[in-house]
């Protein structure tokens, strides 16, 4: 016999907080409790069952997985049984007295003040146990880790009120017990009928059996009467094993539901059975909108429902990275291989030649979905893809760096803002632009900014727009990753209006060409005098046509970084190579004209005036805001004549 003591501790403050807004608010859709609970055993017997692959002797004699549902209407309590993997002591005061992955503030944040909407974000934040105390006013867990002795189970329990109590107890049998002491008006849970339907209308699609004692009607007794054997409530089939002319599109969905833990529709997906040298299954859904930890790539412990990997109908592992590159990390769904072998491990995934063959397909799969949507002429497709767009678009972008086999298809699926609409909506595709394109115009141009603001106000689009030749506005911090490894699209190479000289190609006439070098000539004393006064603050001074309101502007050299990316490497605190920009000067622009007959004495602040308005037109920050308002001050009095 055990005969520990029993220990009470409080609750993480997450955790009291979280309690709190289960009984006090989300009461609308309660009944959400018996999926989150069902869907937490199904993943208990999925961690069982992969933990007992290298070591068998955890079943303990009982392969035989399933999920069962039992009440007791005189004591008022519904009981959520599993036989998986099971909790030791500590595991418990780990899962259920604190809130250990991320995204609990993302959650709180999440909150919209609509119960209804508010108890679907439940089991996409981990959170689901917590629900039982929707119902509940009191929560019992018992539970045994596979491979513990009998003595070594633990009793958890708390009426959800700031601290719960931990005690050891024996337990037979392998697995979690987790009794809800309904609250006064929940009996509508102590009846079988509802208990049914909720497991059709929420967990149908759980591969694992969900079992319940069989009742049938007693004429004589006038009530049903319990029988001594188990039926299975739900379907209980690998729903993705099926002919998919077999499937509706309601079951996908609810399929994808469970999956992945999302209360939304999924804007589309894709199922489909590879045979050949590799024979494998995939299930691949994009989500309606981004999860919260969607930027956390490099998360640990976190909340994942990513790609599942099953190998013959057995589940294998959950977030199957091998699977899908990161670039596509917003996928949910799995694949299911015929060819793996079942006691593959995580070392053995990375390695496999078999899995890289799965994720290449995968992808093709992916890509292919979403050229359909992209290039779809129904409307209804359009939308879908402008919806994905606005959800996963920037993590899209991250895929011309990393996947170099499969840039063209992406770069294709990529959407810009642009001056064409001089919108902050990304919906220029890079096929619409070259559509579009000037008669000899043979270049891709774009600009990049830390706004969208900055962006479409640049002064280097002053003469684009006098001549109407489009220009992307590219405003995402991932911009400039993409343009550094996209550099032609169509056999048109992409251009950064910032870079290098202005090089309109035929767009530019002979008459403006031979006027450009006229102006240089008579202006090059002028220019040397202001590189003299900015010393190594600039590469060069040159004169410039491509400003037609603003008198200066700055440019990088060709093959040097760009200013928008010299910030964005500062600001992510790494090391920049040192940016030392071209200072471009209008020589039609009053300021300029003044500057070049301006006394010695006041020569230098005119010169250091130009420069730093250049720096903030474009975004940039000053090095020496005081001195740059000391300037502009005393030129202000200057012209002013006091």
Request: charged share 30%; with cysteine.
């Amino acid at each position: 016999m055990t005969t520990a003591t029993k220990e009470t501790l409080g609750f993480q403050a997450e955790v009291q907080q979280l309690l709190h807004l289960m009984i006090h608010s989300l009461y609308s859709n309660k009944e959400i409790f018996l999926r989150e609970l069902i869907s937490n055993a199904s993943d208990a017997c999925d961690k069982l069952r992969f933990e007992a692959m290298g070591k068998p002797e955890l079943f303990e004699g009982d392969g035989d997985l399933k999920v069962r549902l039992s009440y007791d209407k005189a004591a008022r309590t519904l009981t959520i049984s599993d036989n998986g993997i099971g909790m030791s002591r500590d595991e418990a005061v780990r899962h259920l007295g604190t809130i250990a992955k991320s995204g609990t503030k993302e959650f709180f944040s999440s909150l919209t003040g609509d119960s209804q909407k508010d108890s679907h974000l439940i089991g996409q934040f981990g959170v689901g146990f917590y629900s039982s105390f929707i119902v509940a006013d009191k929560v019992t867990v018992i539970s045994r880790r596979a491979g513990l002795p009998a003595g070594e189970g633990v009793k958890w329990e708390s009426a959800g009120l700031g601290d719960y109590t931990v005690e050891a107890v024996d337990k037979a049998g392998r697995g979690t017990d987790i009794v809800l002491h309904l609250k006064e008006g929940e009996d509508e849970f102590l009846s079988a009928w509802t208990l049914k339907s909720l497991v059709r209308k929420y967990s149908d699609h759980i591969v694992l059996p969900i079992v319940m004692k069989k009742e049938e009607w007693d004429q004589e007794k006038g009530e049903s009467v319990v029988k001594d054997e188990d039926e299975t409530v739900n379907q209980a089939s690998a729903l993705w094993t099926r002919p998919k002319a077999e499937i509706s599109e309601d079951e996908y969905k609810a399929f994808y539901k469970h999956v992945a833990h999302d209360f939304e529709d999924p804007l589309a997906w894709v199922h489909a059975k590879v045979e050949g040298t590799k024979e494998y299954t995939q299930l691949l859904y994009i989500p309606g909108r981004a999860p919260f930890d969607m930027w956390d790539r490099g998360q640990d412990g976190g909340v994942r429902h990513g790609v599942k990997l099953y190998v013959k109908r057995v589940f294998i592992m959950d977030d199957a990275k091998k699977l899908m590159p990161s670039y596509l990390r917003f996928v949910r769904g799995l694949v299911d291989s015929n060819d793996l072998p079942l006691n593959v491990s995580r070392e053995i995934l990375q390695e496999s030649r078999e899995i890289d063959t799965i994720r290449g397909g995968c992808v093709k799969r992916v890509l292919g979905m979403l050229e359909g949507l992209a290039n779809s002429d129904e409307q209804a497709d359009k939308d879908k893809y402008a919806t994905f767009w606005k959800e996963f678009g920037k993590v899209l972008k991250e895929g011309v760096g990393e996947d170099f086999a499969n840039k063209e298809r992406i770069a294709g699926l990529l959407r810009f803002a642009s001056t064409h609409t001089d919108a902050a909506d990304e919906t220029v595709s890079l096929a619409d632009y070259v559509a579009r394109m000037k008669e000899g115009q043979e270049k891709i141009y774009y600009v990049t900014a830390d706004t969208f603001a900055a962006a479409k106000n640049s002064p280097h689009l002053e003469v684009f727009r006098k001549k109407g030749i489009e220009v992307l506005l590219l405003s995402d911090r991932v911009d400039e990753w993409v343009v550094g490894h996209l550099t032609e699209f169509d056999g048109k190479q992409l251009q950064s209006v910032a870079k290098g000289g202005l090089d309109l190609g035929k767009l530019e006439d002979e008459e403006e060409k031979k006027a450009a070098e006229k102006v240089a000539d008579e202006f090059k004393d002028l220019t040397e005098k202001v590189k003299g006064a900015l010393g190594d603050k600039v590469k060069d001074v040159r004169i410039t046509l491509r400003l037609t309101d603003s008198p200066a502007c700055l440019v990088s050299d060709e093959h040097d970084v760009s200013g928008n990316l010299a910030r964005i490497l500062k600001q992510a605190g790494q090391q920049a190579p040192a940016y030392q920009p071209i200072l471009e000067i209008n020589p039609e622009h009053p300021a300029v004209v003044r500057l070049k007959g301006e006394a010695e004495a006041q020569f230098n602040d005119w010169a250091h005036l130009l420069f730093e308005q250049a720096i903030l037109a474009e975004g940039g920050q000053l090095e020496d805001p005081a001195g740059f308002v000391k300037r502009m001050n005393a030129l202000m009095l200057a012209i002013s004549g006091k």
